[in-house]
């Protein structure tokens, strides 16, 4: 231990007197730390955590590579080597001594780094600060290890050097520590996952981004231990004395194998793509986290409030500060501005009540409705319709919950999705005939997936818990008997009351689909939170409401998929060529649907919904008296039936209320504050309220005097990550 110890602390003495050292342990990384600041306006947010990143990684870049590997060439070229060989001292401690100095010499760096990150560009102290010192620590002493392997195989000054360049550069403009990775083309990018300083970027900003732990970055991790210990025992084998000593030019491919665990990693990655996926997870979070001010702009706040003429503040993801009738400096409040003049700030919008299994159009080829990404599809038009969150209230279980935990995990970028489902009904009730039109393979799937048919009060209970235990967010009823010619069977009241009792116990919010008066006053009775539909065929009393309003139940009519089914009864093909429709529906889905409209395949069922009773002025009346009665309202589309499109249809929603008498200002508090209350999210989202996440829709005009201002979006906020609107609908 001695001999290590000693040559240690000789060779600590001798690098800190080296002014070059100095200068590119300290001096060169605080250049471009300062550089990259004013380049990415890292004062602006969470932006100086990916500077800092870049800059560890840049630093032990040098430290490694050139502090490493030339060194050590330059002490044998100047004979200094050769004058240990004769004393009793082998090459381990040599190469111990210089991976000890270059993490000694270096770790000051990252500290002084880190204290001017945080006191002058508000960086916070890291959560998982032990995970990232670790990991920093493992990355120094891999990359020391493969310099020295440089210096083991350069025969000379100018091949170390040679040698040097030859991995410094493309790591370090490959590796996201120069320029992002997220902004290459996709093979490129594939290529920077078997480039060992890539994973050293993803980690440091996995820890300090996303709050990742050590136990997070394990895997990169390891390979670098791996690669610092094959790169080890390489160094022992080839080390050498004297420069008169030479290896073959083959030698040099020693380099390679030890990089051979990332060559192991680019392989799965070009596969697998975890990385490349993380590595967009964490551009989102950066995004997210950069402050941003929405200036002289009109507020509606969500809950009623207006603010004619006011200033919002995004930091972190949140609303930071809400300015009223001032106008700030976006300088000195170091955000990025936006001007909000003319324009209009709201919440996101919400879609209570979807159905992302269904299309809303017609496809020519059938297989296009099995299509494996359409509920991706639907939440990314949805959220560049500016409808941020939306419920699903009734679609297949197990992939509802599978594209919502995409959503929560940054998996791909679309609305905040909330499931309620399966639907609670009886053998021949609604909507049973539906899964009986399938296929007899798929049935018995279908019935598991989409129903529950309970047959006693006791089983009602048990699929209830069976539902809370899978993750549901709500669970839905169906009181419905039908129409002459067109009837089911209907569940008794003591079956739904059993259901939401039930469903209250375990915290979840009931959400009843209705047909007529009887069913909207037996839903109350049941215990109800929301009247999906209410009644269509029929007056709902005065007294019905009242008690709705007293016992807070919502109300969500669902006009939209009453003007839709009616539109396409009547071949009213214009309903496809509303400008938002046009954008976030897909061109052969319209196209196909206009198609199918416009033929004779389609009078069967056209002829069949002219008989129906369901009348849009009969819903709007019964709208008209909840708004009067009290009743709180919330918008829903029904979206996934006909010409009921994914994305626009809430807007359509609110016009088609405002159109029955309503105020646009009920119509927008329904569609944010009350749905954000009636989905359990208004503790994060659904108003303009400091502390809330930054989800906001910024349009041009005024919403409160022209309802279809809200079609006319030039921003929208998704936690406060600036959503690229065309990308939205090109994710693969």
Known sequence: MAPYLAYIRMTLRLTMREKSVLFFNYVFPLIFFFVFSIAFQAERGGVINMVFAMILVIGVLGNGLFGGGIRMVMERDQNILRRFKVAPISAAPILVASLAVGLVSYLPSVFLTFLIAKFYYGMATPEHWPSLLLFVVIAIVAF???????????????????????????????????????????????VTQFIPATHINTGVQGILIRKESFAENAGAAGALVLTAIVAIFICMKL??????????????????AALLPFVAIGVYQASAKTNLERQKQIDRELSRSRTRLIRDVRLVIGDGRVIERGSLLVREGRIAQIFEGTTPDAKALKADLVEGAGKTLLPGLIDAHVHL?????????????????????????????????????????DQSLALRAKVEQLQFTGADLATCGPLFTVEGGHPTQLINGYPAAMQAAGRSQFLRLPKSPEEARRMVRELKQAGVDCVK????????????????????????????????????????????????????????????????????????????????????????????AAGRTELLEFSLVQQAVPGNLLASTKKYM??????????????????LRIAEDNLRRAHAAGVRLVTGSDAGNPLVFHGPAVHREMQLWVAAGLPAAAALQAATGNAARLLGIAGRTGTLTVGKEATLLLVDGNPLMDITATERITLILLKGERMIRPELLKQE
């Open 144 to 190: 020391r290890a493969i310099g020295l392997i440089i210096a083991s195989v350069a025969n000379s000054m100018a091949e170390s050097q040679i040698l040097t360049q030859l991995l410094y550069f493309p790591m370090m403009f490959l590796s996201g520590a120069t320029f992002p990775t997220t902004s290459f083309p996709s093979w490129l990018q594939t």
């Open 239 to 256: 080390f050498r004395w004297e420069k008169e000593e030479k290896l073959k030019n083959s030698a040099k491919l020693w380099v390679g």
């Open 357 to 397: 299994g269904a299309p809303g159009g017609f496809y020519e080829n059938p297989q296009d409705y099995a299509k494996p990404k359409q509920g991706e599809r639907a939440l990314a038009a949805y959220l560049y319709s500016g409808v941020t969150a939306v419920r699903s209230t009734g679609d297949w279980l």
């Open 477 to 568: 009823g169906v009181f419905e008997a039908g129409q002459p010619g067109y009837s089911f069977n209907r569940a008794s009241p003591e079956l739904l009351k059993a259901m939401a009792d039930e469903a209250r116990r375990q915290g979840l919010p009931v959400a009843i689909h209705t047909g007529n008066a009887q069913d909207v006053a037996d839903a109350i009775a049941a215990g109800a939170k929301s009247i999906e539909h209410g009644s269509m065929t029929e007056k709902i009393p005065d007294e019905v409401f009242s008690r709705m309003a007293q016992a807070d139940v919502y109300y969500n009519p669902t006009l939209s998929v009453l003007e839709g089914v009616a539109g396409f």
């Open 598 to 615: 416009l033929s004779s395949a389609s009078e069967p069922m056209r002829t069949g919904i002219r008989l129906s009773r369901m009348e």
